[in-house]
């Protein structure tokens, strides 16, 4: 199936977070859902992906993680992409600190696996040496959302 990611948009991608915590992290980036209709509910959003990060990290290593959660308050399966201004200890599987978040949202009742494709295609490209070096030197979100939609699942 060679589809383009339709997931993510320029609205979706905030450059120079500035959290102070992976919780501070994920609830701003969940008020950016909120008011982008992502979500219709910022904070119950944050709680369930807080609950599913509890379980087991999702600081997968060389600086990224991919926090997601399953949600009643998901209005459709979408992703954000932020950088932050300063490295955030997330309990990554390398131990590094993580300024790339890719922070999922799916519908609690995701028939399609929606979410899951998502993190397949992402987890996958993110094994890709020269996909990490352009996110990671990249700033510009018209030039990202390019980048990004370049990704087939």
């Known amino acids: 199936m060679n589809?383009?990611?339709?997931?993510?948009s320029k609205n979706n991608?905030?450059?120079?977070?500035?959290?102070?915590?992976?919780?501070?992290?994920?609830?701003?980036?969940?008020?950016?859902?909120?008011?982008?209709?992502i979500v219709n509910d910022a904070d119950k959003f944050s709680q369930d992906v807080l609950?599913?990060?509890?379980?087991?990290?999702?600081?997968?290593?060389?600086?990224i993680?991919?926090?997601?959660?399953?949600s009643s308050a998901v209005n459709f399966?979408?992703?954000?992409?932020?950088?932050?201004?300063?490295?955030?200890?997330?309990?990554?599987?390398?131990?590094?600190?993580?300024?790339?978040?890719?922070?999922m949202?799916?519908?609690?009742k995701?028939?399609?696996k929606e979410h899951l494709k998502m993190l397949a295609t992402i987890a996958g490209k993110?094994?890709?040496d020269n996909f990490v070096k352009e996110i990671k030197a990249e700033n510009d979100p018209n030039r990202l959302v390019e980048i990004f939609r370049k990704i087939k699942d």
């Not at 991608?13 to 209709?37: F, H, P, T």
């Not at 609950?51 to 600086?63: D, V």
Request: aromatic content about 4%; glycine content about 6%.
């Open 3 to 8: 589809k383009k990611i339709d997931f993510i």
């Open 126 to 128: 993110l094994m890709d």
């Open 65 to 70: 993680a991919i926090p997601h959660g399953k």
């Open 13 to 37: 991608i905030v450059i120079g977070l500035k959290a102070s915590s992976k919780e501070d992290a994920i609830n701003q980036l969940a008020q950016i859902m909120e008011r982008n209709k």
């Open 77 to 103: 399966a979408s992703l954000i992409f932020a950088k932050t201004t300063e490295p955030l200890e997330w309990n990554s599987l390398d131990n590094s600190k993580v300024s790339i978040i890719f922070l």
């Open 51 to 63: 609950k599913r990060e509890s379980q087991t990290t999702t600081g997968i290593g060389n600086n």
């Open 105 to 108: 949202a799916a519908k609690e």
């Open 110 to 112: 995701d028939t399609g």
